[in-house]
């Protein structure tokens, strides 16, 4: 029995939180589209005999005509292949969700209650379980109510919500579970979606659960590959094959520029992480370390000469100017006097954790004095 599992794709979603243009926001939307487009050319080349999409599918308060007509066609273009979808906590089957108001096609079933229900298919003694939300969250919890399951007819199950050991930091949790709590006597596969990164949930028990995460990353706390997973299911249980989908990558980049010379280096390093990317590359690439105060204004002819060279970058300045302190300590001003106590202060610091305080004192002071920013470093929590 083949099975493509996929979920969270949140087709129409908005892009503006990780500083994107509309025209980029509008690339990653026909990108979220193109990679389901392939996940689904896929489930009818291999053939699947089901594809299971577990919830988020869309963005219920985005989502556009034309895409609900475009899942339609895409849904349809698979033929006898059976779609079941379990609708999360951002496409909640709900009266006036399109899962209730558009026509769908015949070969896609759609789970609209709370509970567990069943569809068994007629050509293959395959039965698929699933439930839906019913609101931005669920009325009420069913994990745990399914009970066991007979062993003549192969048995798998979609469904959104949280296994509470995988709960990310900071991730609110949807229907919460525990991974033992919804392992079932005869259930071979559990097709799990809202985490957004390929998780497997393992555990004493013979029911195979996994997140297939995104099928591509949605922002910068979504980095790397994202996949879908192809499952062959047969009397040794189920075998699970993740399957790189993602058309684009975000990544997260430091560059120490301390011993740059001048911004040129700093172009060339920006290359070369393009060069060392494969496909395109979403990055987020932090200036860090000491770099000389005539960079300041030419930050932004930086990010034009290697922009075009990412899907999108973010460049963002967080190094510390080179300052001749001794030339400062001696302006007669107010600055001139901090400076000038601050370094009589470090002369004689053999301590280099009270040393490098009371540089970064020093370093505060100056930016307080031109009402400049600093990035925080650490320095101040250690003491
Ligand atoms: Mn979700």
Redesign the pocket.
């Known amino acids: 029995m083949r099975i493509i599992h996929t979920s969270?794709i949140h087709l129409d979603a908005c892009f503006a939180a990780s500083g994107m243009s509309a025209a980029c926001g509008n690339r990653r939307r026909q990108s979220l589209r193109d990679v389901l487009h392939a996940i689904l050319a896929r489930a009818a080349e291999w053939p699947a005999h089901a594809v299971l999409i577990a919830?988020?599918l869309f963005e219920q308060e985005r989502v556009t005509q034309d895409t609900l007509a475009f899942l339609r066609a895409e849904f349809a273009r698979l033929g006898r292949i059976p779609v079941f979808i379990a609708p999360?906590?951002?496409d909640p089957y709900t009266p006036d969700s399109p899962y209730a108001t558009e026509p769908w096609p015949e070969n896609v079933s759609i789970f609209t209650s709370p509970k567990w229900s069943a569809c068994d298919l007629n050509e293959i003694p395959l039965t698929v379980h699933g439930f839906a939300f019913d609101g931005p969250d669920i009325s009420s919890n069913p994990w745990g109510a399914l009970g066991a399951l007979g062993r003549e007819r192969v048995h798998v199950a979609v469904a959104?919500g949280s296994e509470t050991s995988c709960l990310p930091p900071g991730k609110g949790a949807?229907a919460p579970f525990a991974a033992q709590d919804a392992a079932v006597p005869g259930l071979a596969y559990l097709a799990l979606?809202?985490y957004h990164a390929l998780k497997p949930v393992e555990g004493d028990f013979e029911t195979r659960m996994y997140y297939s995460g995104a099928p591509e990353g949605h922002d910068f706390s979504e980095p790397g590959p994202h996949h879908y997973l192809e499952v062959e299911i047969d009397d040794n249980g189920a075998r699970v094959e993740a399957i790189p989908s993602s058309r684009v990558t975000y990544a997260l980049h430091r560059i120490d520029c301390s011993a740059f010379s001048s911004t040129q280096d700093v172009v060339e390093a920006l290359r070369t992480l393009a060069d060392h990317s494969d496909g395109a590359q979403i990055a987020r690439v932090v200036l860090a370390g000491r770099a000389a105060r005539e960079w300041r204004g030419e930050i932004d002819a930086v990010y034009d000469a290697v922009a075009s060279q990412f899907e999108f970058l973010d460049l963002v300045d967080s190094t510390q100017c080179v300052e001749d302190y001794d030339a400062l300590a001696r302006e007669n001003t107010s600055l001139g006097a901090f400076v000038g106590r601050m370094c009589d202060e470090l002369r004689d610091v053999p301590d280099p954790a009270r040393r490098a305080l009371l540089e970064r004192a020093r370093d505060i002071g100056l930016a307080a004095y031109r009402a400049q920013e600093l990035p925080i470093i650490g320095v101040e929590r250690d003491h």
């Open positions: 969270d919830g988020d999360g906590n951002h959104h949807y979606g809202h």
